[in-house]
């Protein structure tokens, strides 16, 4: 007899999953027990939230739909946080959860949570399974749902005596999956384009806003040949960063509360703003009715819910990124004379670039910048969130898209390092860097566990300042320096690495930073850095809350 | 602010109203009312739902609901011909004899009917538009309104143009 179980693993491998991060339980033993022989790789967390965090940076670094399992109840619930992460970023992955059996359920049984109808605000669809002959069937769907139009999480629920009970066999399986509930649109309306082409023809002061669409949809070398055909810059957005090299010249890095200068400038000046995979977001927009307030509008997205959804749109073109850049570029007869804007925004660049006190104190600024110095673009970069985060934002020169990783919606502490081990797994050819801050470190600082018990060479990079920074920020600026519960005391991180059998180093002299980073590189395992930085170091650019994004403080004024 | 009346056709599977419900909530949508049931294809369901919003709100909800994936097709049917009924059952007090012969006055103008007769009550049965139902409301109010509920406004839209899964 074939099991749901059995049934479930070969639908698997149908989708071409190599690697699952779970952590075993009751309800799901009779799916470890098929993964136990099976050719499905399966990592072993420490924690649940760290399994869907994997699964998640296993999908952003691959582009292929992550995968995580967790037992019931606690299990499941514990996914959540890594599952509401996923969807603000519109990533691709499947959770699997195990239930309690079809017959208890609603019963409050042992480990029973209604994960189905706790995940469906944060996901994008979900599947309780009621009986074996649906799995094929749901796999497939769920598959096709996380990864295509706007990709997200799908989470499938998955009781116990589903799983042991018989699948019917020899039913064949789809070859394509038909939802008449779910058709998403791929090419951009003509008209729409061609209206869009006619804006971008007589724009002296155009600029490109460009999201993680733009890196979801694989469409970095559309955007660039975009940019450099119509000679405009570009802004990019958290989400977006690597879309285009950050040393390209018409690239102004990104924009936002702590976007560089020249891009809040820019969009605050530009007569045509044309957003790309890219939601406008209250953290890029700063205050609404402020953002681009000369600018004509152009929205190209996938989600037809997004255009018009914070910003009056004038060229809504739903559609995939790609495609419709396709569409653009071989459409485009004329483009407008931007030469003036081109040089103008230039020389905001060399006018206000980024600034920090660059003496003979250990700065994270330093840090981040030596570590691009070093990897010049060569490996994937995954943050926690926080001060460490928007550092990294600002001070690492991004080359290539799904290189640099990070919880932009959700803003998840404690993400890091799980995504970092997912990373790893899409990505073993590349060196892989969980950029983080001592706070968000110790959140999901268990996973040690793991990547001592494989062996996987993440290196983390602790920008310690011994305060959950950010938060402490906004105290010293908008609430008097009462550094209310954000100071957090010393943890020695090498030894706590150590007693997992993690190799570790601390670094307190600005000298020796380079060295420490290169021997963490150097070595073949996981390593621990632990950066003593300056405690009281700020984010700047920054636009207060509610403010107007061209203005900005901790910046040299124009 | 308007009121708008959308006729959502999903997938007739366990958890669709929650989906949609969950959803409106979530958003911050209001909803005024909604009905759902069965409808002219057996494995779909219509939802009518009721929303307060300005267009650009109405807009929203309209793609949200549709983006979620259980959900086939969603109408407003606000901007076209359309047919909208509710159906309400109105339990009144009526003990003594003038006031029990008024209400069946009212009822008889109103075109309700008497679906259940006590020794002190009546309970009327009234279809028609809101407003309609809102009017006999008012008027039974007088003599006291025991219980009341109300179905929640369904829709069609007039003529042989239907809300069908293009798909």
Avoid at chain 1, 128 to 149: C, H, M, P, S, W
Avoid at chain 1, 223 to 241: D, R
Wanted: with cysteine; proline share 5%.
């Amino acid at each position: 007899m074939k099991t749901g179980a059995r049934t479930l693993i070969e639908a698997l491998q149908r989708e071409g999953v190599d690697t699952i991060f779970g952590y075993p339980g009751g309800v799901v033993l009779p799916i470890y027990d098929e993964l136990y022989d099976s050719s499905i790789r399966h990592i072993l967390v420490r924690h649940e939230q760290a399994a869907a965090h994997a699964a998640d940076g296993y999908a952003r670094a691959s582009g292929r739909v992550g995968v995580c399992l967790a037992t019931s109840g606690p299990g499941a619930c514990n996914l959540v946080t890594g599952i509401a992460t996923a969807y603000m970023d519109s990533i691709p992955i499947v959770a699997l959860t195990g239930q309690v059996p079809t017959a208890l359920l609603g019963n409050d049984a042992f480990q029973e949570s209604d994960i189905t109808g706790i995940t469906m605000p944060v996901t994008k669809h979900n599947y309780l399974v009621k009986n074996a002959g649906e799995i094929d069937r749901v796999v497939q769907e769920a598959f096709y749902i996380a990864r295509t139009g706007r990709p997200g999480p799908v989470l499938v629920d998955l009781p116990k005596d589903v799983s042991t009970g018989a699948a019917q066999e020899g039913r064949p399986v789809p070859e394509t999956v038909s939802l008449r509930g779910y058709q998403p649109t791929y090419q951009g309306h003509v008209r729409q384009i061609d209206k869009a082409l006619d804006l971008i023809a007589t724009a002296e002061r155009p600029l490109v806003y460009a999201g993680g669409g733009v890196v979801l949809s694989e469409a970095s070398a559309e955007l660039l040949q975009f940019i450099e055909t119509a000679a405009i810059p570009v802004t990019t957005t958290l989400m977006g960063l690597g879309a285009v090299p950050g040393d390209h010249p018409l690239n102004l890095g990104m924009l936002g509360m702590h976007g560089t200068q020249s891009a809040n400038y820019a969009v605050t000046e530009c007569d045509l703003l044309i957003a790309i995979g890219a939601r406008f977001d209250d953290r890029v927009t700063g205050k609404i009715d402020t953002f681009a307030p000369n600018a004509a509008i152009i929205h190209i997205d996938i989600d037809p819910a997004e255009i018009g959804k914070n910003k009056k749109v004038d060229v809504p073109i739903v559609g995939d990124v790609k495609a419709v850049l396709q569409a653009l570029l071989s459409r485009m007869q004329k483009r407008g004379d931007t030469a003036n804007w081109v040089a103008r925004v230039g020389s905001w660049k060399t006018q206000y670039p980024l600034y920090y006190r660059n003496d003979d104190r250990l700065r994270p600024q330093y840090v981040v910048e030596q570590l691009s110095d070093i990897l010049k673009g060569e490996g994937i970069i995954v943050s926690e969130v926080g001060q460490n985060q928007m550092w990294t934002a600002l001070y690492y020169c991004f080359k290539k898209p799904r290189t640099w990783i990070t919880s932009g919606g959700l803003g998840t502490m404690g993400y890091g390092f799980p995504a970092a081990i997912g990373a790893h797994y899409a990505r073993p050819d590349m060196p892989v860097i969980d950029i983080a801050g001592d706070g968000s470190f110790q959140m999901n600082i268990q996973e040690l566990g793991t990547v001592a018990q494989y062996d996987i060479p993440v290196k983390v990079v602790i920008l310690n300042n011994m305060y959950l920074g950010m938060v402490r920020q906004w105290q010293e600026l908008f609430y008097d320096r009462r550094y209310s519960y954000t100071e957090l005391p010393p943890v020695d991180f090498v030894k706590i690495a150590n007693a997992y059998g993690v190799e570790g180093l601390r670094v307190e002299e600005k000298a020796d930073v380079r060295e420490a980073l290169k021997t963490a590189l150097a070595t073949d395992g996981p390593f621990v850095l632990d950066f003593r930085v300056e405690r009281e170091e700020n984010v700047f650019p920054m636009v207060p809350a509610g403010a107007a994004i061209n203005e900005m403080i901790g910046v040299r004024q124009p | 602010m308007k009121s708008h009346t959308l006729s959502v056709l999903v997938e007739n599977r366990a958890g669709v109203l929650s989906r949609v419900a969950g959803m409106f909530s979530r958003r911050g949508f209001n909803i005024e009312s909604l009905a759902v049931g069965p409808c002219e294809e057996p494995n779909m369901s219509r939802i009518t739902i009721v929303v307060n919003g300005d267009d650009g709100v109405v807009e929203q909800v309209m793609k949200q609901t549709n983006k979620l994936i259980d959900v086939i097709k969603v109408s407003d049917l606000t901007k076209r011909e359309s047919v909208e009924r509710e159906l309400a059952l109105i339990k009144v007090a009526a003990e003594g004899g003038p006031a029990r012969a008024e209400i069946l006055q009212i009822a008889d103008i109103f075109r309700a009917q008497v679906v259940d007769v006590g020794s002190k009550t009546l309970v009327l049965q009234v279809t028609g538009d809101t407003e309609k139902i809102d009017a006999l409301e008012k008027l039974l109010r007088q003599y006291g309104i025991k219980e009341l509920v109300r179905t929640g406004k369904i829709a069609l839209l007039r003529g042989a143009k239907t809300v069908k899964s293009s798909k």
